[in-house]
């Protein structure tokens, strides 16, 4: 017995943006704390002790259990990230999509054992630091910031490693098979001159959408009925009826319309073919007739539609160096980590980093000490990245853990250039990858969850 589908296709929805930037912490410490557990009180304390007695077992993933506990604390915190003013969610589909991502969660984790991952502490601490520094605070400041909301720093600690930890077994699993050859990009861009979009010219979209779901295997009456429906609520709209109004009352997408079912301004290649060619003829403000998809049929709002030109187009490029030490079966993380966090104090005490780098770096760079040359965003691995773009000129990071290996980062300049030609093929060629990673990761998903042992059990009388 297995979750409805049309639930777990709806948190797929969800995992699928999470899956474009798994290690970007991004995130405002509301958001954390909305993520948190309620541990906090003593009130709460007392009340989630006798959850506790009378918690029971809901399903059993490959052996092992997910508790009722477990479901109701998730389906609160997806209920407390809805947006200010977005009508209630019915707390039974929410407890079902907590249950499918729970299922989703406890098969990766154990993945990821088995594979022998492991997130060290000090990772869990530079993600702590990461966090607290995008939110422009100290961790004894983020700390505080989290306990009046219940959040404990065990907790919080537990759900970055679980964080990590899914991340890691991606990279492993998915992002090495998104490959993009050149054959892709070339393609691509003579697709969107076919189109009338000269490169380096694209079309930016932002699409409101009402989704009337079609359950699995519904019989051909069912299907009729739903797709009148659709076309009602399409004409509707089409009356003057407003959009975002109809999306709260009849959308049974993963946000169940919250927002006026607006989806957000992007490059019309991260929006499905299908829904591209059912909007191409239509202006600012049309609505869409009902398109048939698997999860249903979506009517289309175009909110915004516009050409931009990526030739007057700057990017900051950032000049840094590193010193990378490789993981092998004489050199594990734990002792890795430490020995740059030795070099970082040896370089902090008055060390030329060009000078270690050359010493202790096993990477290709060593010999002119490190120095990277110049990059553009997009170049390096994610990991890498956001720490690089976290850093001052002359700063140097704590280590990083990347697919690598472990990392020390100096960023030694940055300057503002004009995109080139190749920098915008380079760009083609992200979106295409991140597009395919999407694809790949739902599929994975999907292969994960259906390869599964999932038994549901139903609740003691």
Known sequence: MFPQRRYFKAWLSMARQRALAPLKLLVPVSLLIALGLGLSTQA???????ARAADFIVAVVNSEPITNNEVQGLRARLEKQLPPGSPMQDPKVLAQQALDQLIIEKAQLQIARENGIRIEDVEIDQAESNIARQNQLSKEELYKRLAPDGLTVASFREQLKTQLTVSRLREREVDGRARISDIDVEKYIQNQQANKLA????VDLNL????ISVPENSSEPALAALQAKAQQVSQRAKNGERFES??????QAADKGANGGEMGLRPADRYPSLFLESIQALGKGEISEPIKSGAGFHILKVLEKR???MSGLTVVQTRARHILLRLSKDLNEKTALSRLLGLKQRISSGADFADMARQFSQDGSAPAGGDLGWASPGQFVPEFEEVMAGLRPGQISDPLVSRFGIHLIQVMERREVPVTLREQREMVRNQLREKKMEELYTNWLEDLRGRAYVELRDPPP
């Not at 709460?44 to 006798?50: D, M, P």
């Not at 490169?199 to 694209?202: D, G, L």
């Not at 109809?246 to 959308?251: I, K, N, Y």
């Open 44 to 50: 709460h304390a007392q009340s989630a002790a006798k």
């Open 246 to 251: 109809l999306a709260l009352e009849f959308s």
């Open 307 to 309: 050409q931009s030109d």
């Open 199 to 202: 490169t380096p010219a694209q």
């Open 208 to 211: 409101a959408m009402i989704l």
